[in-house]
């Protein structure tokens, strides 16, 4: 049986955070005000003493878990290879940042990480003695358009097969199950003079697997009636991609599923009755309610829609719960 | 520069920040504040390109001083500053040696600021995702 539970990451009341509106105790008050029973902090975002945590800051977070319940539950880590200004970061860099994260999240009190694909299969094969001994699980996330059946995610698993660490595996979004166009992008289309029909056309080519290019090739007169359409088009083939069903995809979560350290709730707008508008959760959720997972579905708010954050948040920790009862 | 990623939350450069700052009892020059225009801190690494005009002149850049984490860095060195992080919510001070500083009343400031996301590469050697972090303002320098 599985045990979910649900938490959020600070990143979804990003907006209001970096607009001074909440400061980070006003952050972690709303989380738990919203019903979150732990949190992500994406480091790079919200830790002021970024990459090191300092004393003053285990305190400060400390203090906020006694005031209102709920600590973090996930350091959110960056793999910032293109940090030096002529050249990749070599893999013993990217090693040695990764190590110093494994050491943040620990001295935060995370079990789990999240880390980015540009740690390669094998740099994560090579911390894998660090995480085992600071006792921090690290996930590689998997991020639309990479699922839990494309090539480089396979990759990771025979990693984690190979090596048998309980210390390395993966932090899935829900974002790579989605089925439908993303909405914030397509009322932005609109909004910059786009029709239905034009948008719709657009994603019909996705939904027939056209290539990009050809894709552009065909909208090409309608682009140039209309040049909104380009940043559309452009999201259905990028991060914000979708597919006819994802039935496959589920049956590769299914699969990687013992691997599974958290999971990141994507949404970018859900609306009044609880529906996410372009990721299937009433296929996913029973998923993972039906799997052994003991862990945490995080709350992910991506805010492109400009939407209100707290509320889409507190949307989203409602339909996922919701969800989860429905399906015990 | 091309396309760049916008993602704004805030001026960049910071209201009512523009004002003299003093070396020695004397005027040494100006300063103002900018905030980071993206979702999460930086290394001073990642900044591609940075510049700054007042009143529509090219300040040189050597006498651009970068001040963060209570450092003080010179324009030339940011590329080099791969572990000095500057915070999403905290604001750098760019200070402009400039003895005798502006005249008093209202200036134009424009700021130059193009990063790279470095974690998102947009393709083969060392392409990442531009961000744009541009802004400008007109501020009445205050003492």
């Known amino acids: 049986m599985a045990n979910v539970k649900v938490g959020i ?260 707008y859900v609306d009044e009755n609880l529906h996410e508008a372009s990721i299937p959760y009433e296929e996913i959720i029973p998923v993972i309610a039906q799997s052994g997972y003991d862990g945490f579905i995080v709350t992910e708010y991506e805010d492109e829609g400009g939407y209100d954050a707290i509320e889409q948040t507190r949307r989203h920790v409602a339909m996922v719960k919701k969800l989860l009862n429905q399906s015990i | 520069m091309g396309f760049a990623m916008r993602m704004n939350f805030v001026d960049v450069v910071v209201s009512d920040s523009l004002k003299h700052y003093y070396v020695d009892g004397k005027k040494m020059g100006y300063q103002f504040d900018i905030r980071l225009s993206y979702y999460r801190g930086q290394f001073l690494s990642a900044i591609d390109q940075f510049g700054v005009k007042v009143d529509g002149f090219d300040v040189p850049a050597e006498r651009i001083r970068f001040c963060i984490n209570g450092k003080e860095f010179g324009a030339a060195e940011l590329d080099k500053c791969y572990s000095e992080f500057w915070q999403a919510i905290e604001p750098a001070t760019i200070k402009v040696i400039y003895p005798g500083s502006l005249p008093s009343g209202e200036h134009r400031i424009d700021v130059t600021l193009f990063l790279r996301a470095p974690y998102m590469p947009i393709g083969p050697d060392h392409q990442y995702m531009p961000i744009d972090s541009c802004g400008s303002k007109m501020m009445n320098i205050i003492d």
């Open chain 1, 9 to 268: 990451s600070l990143f979804s009341l990003g907006t209001p955070y970096l607009k001074g509106q909440l400061d980070l105790e006003g952050v972690i008050k709303t989380a738990a005000e919203i019903g979150a029973e732990g949190y992500e902090i994406v480091a790079t975002q919200m830790i002021p003493s970024y990459p090191f945590v300092s004393d003053e800051f285990v305190s400060f977070v400390n203090e906020c878990k006694k005031k209102y319940g709920i600590g973090p539950i996930c350091y959110s880590a960056n793999m910032d290879r293109g940090l030096l200004k002529d050249r990749d970061l070599t893999m013993d860099e990217m090693l040695a940042r990764a190590i110093t994260d494994v050491v943040s999240a620990n001295k935060l009190g995370c079990t789990v990480m999240r880390e980015q694909y540009l740690l390669s299969p094998a740099g994560l094969e090579r911390l894998v003695p660090y995480a085992e001994a600071y006792n921090v699980r690290v996930g590689i996330e998997i991020h639309n358009p990479e699922t839990p059946i494309t090539p480089a995610i396979l990759d990771y698993v025979d990693v984690i097969e190979k090596t048998g660490s309980k210390y390395i595996g993966f932090v899935p979004d829900f974002g790579c199950f989605a089925t439908k166009p993303n909405k914030p992008y397509w009322d932005r289309a609109l909004a910059g003079g786009a029709t239905v029909e034009q948008l719709e056309r657009c994603a019909q080519l996705r939904y027939d697997d056209v290539p990009m290019e050809e894709a552009m090739k065909i909208m090409e007169a309608e682009i140039e009636k209309c040049p909104a359409l380009i940043a559309a088009l452009n999201s259905m083939y990028g991060f914000v991609q979708f597919r006819k069903n994802c039935k496959k995809e589920l049956e590769g979560l299914k699969r990687i599923m013992p691997y599974c350290f958290e999971m990141h709730g994507k949404c970018h």
